[in-house]
């Protein structure tokens, strides 16, 4: 993947970010890094991950830079992208989290719906060759017909992150109508293995059981998600920037294939950990959807897309991580 300039990566420090930003590293492409190491969740984890960028770039001798900026204010972001001059831009940063968008949208809304208008708007005056934008599966809402198919009405959000998450969809559309720059739009559907943010069940889950404290089931366990391995996701995050020029504006799903109930998901943990779980059940929570699956048709015939990491198999190998971590 040869570039002229350097590639933007927003979200650099968080848990998909970092990843991708090792994968382009050893692609052999520069990479700028950007991040405001919002305290969502517990920043040391952040520079964790930020460390382990860096070793890989030294081990790899390629370039990596870390910038700390809120991509919501304009002006500092437009001194960055003037100065970077990006050959492309992935843009992965925002308040990630379905229930806490509850108890706070206002904050939502600047980190996902400002700040990608900024990004976009920058994007485009700094002469980048095309932009990759995260949204989620969470714009489906809960939709009947499965699996969720890129075609389908993504109109009903039912939390103000799936909300902000579809906004960037149609900002994304609307700044590419008006400038023409390609623009790919990812529906990543609920991402796990090593440096998982530690909101996410899985993470929570491993934790807890592993040290037999009682965890807190929403539902009767019947609720699924189609769980996508951290690999697999790069994997995609990577075919779409190099296709993206193809199509102009596209929205690709990134899924696992394989929807997971929440009660088989608990077995699988507990077979890894090797302890029962101590359940504590709760009623389903405001904002959250009962299932996720990922029709992958477009995704494999446009990108190659092939997710090849088995549930069982990916968490085993995010509970490696977490005992050496
Ligand atoms: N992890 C998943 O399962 C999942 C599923 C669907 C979509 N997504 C999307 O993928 C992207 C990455 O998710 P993640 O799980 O790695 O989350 P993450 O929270 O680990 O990473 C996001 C990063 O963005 C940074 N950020 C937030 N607001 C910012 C701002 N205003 N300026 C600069 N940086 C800012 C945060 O500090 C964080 O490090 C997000 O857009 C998220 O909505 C993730």
Redo the contacts with the bound molecule.
Sequence with gaps: MAESGPLIV??????????LCERLLSLGIRVVG????????D?A??RA?IDEVRRSAERLRASFELV??????ASPTRALFERVRPAGVI???????VRPSIADPAAYA???V??TAVVLEESHRAGASRVV??????VYGNASRVPFAEDDPANEPVSP?AA??RA?ELQCYSHWHLTRMPTAC???????GP???PD?AISTFLGKISRREDISVFGDGSSSRDY?FIDD?VSGVVASYRRIDRFGYRVWNLGGSAPVRLDEMLATISRVVGHEPRITRLPMQPGDVLRTWADLARSARELDYSPTTGFEDGVRRQWEWMKRA
Excluded: C, M, W
């Design positions: 927003t979200g650099a420090a968080g848990f998909i970010g970092s990843h950007v991040d405001n190491f919002d305290p969502f969740y920043t984890i952040k991950n700390e900026l809120d991509l919501a204010e843009h992965l940063a925002a308040k990630a989290g600047r980190a996902n400002v700040a934008v995260a949204s989620s599966s969470s992150y902000t998450k960037n990812l529906r990543f559907f609920t991402v796990y440096r998982q943010r996410l996508t996701i």
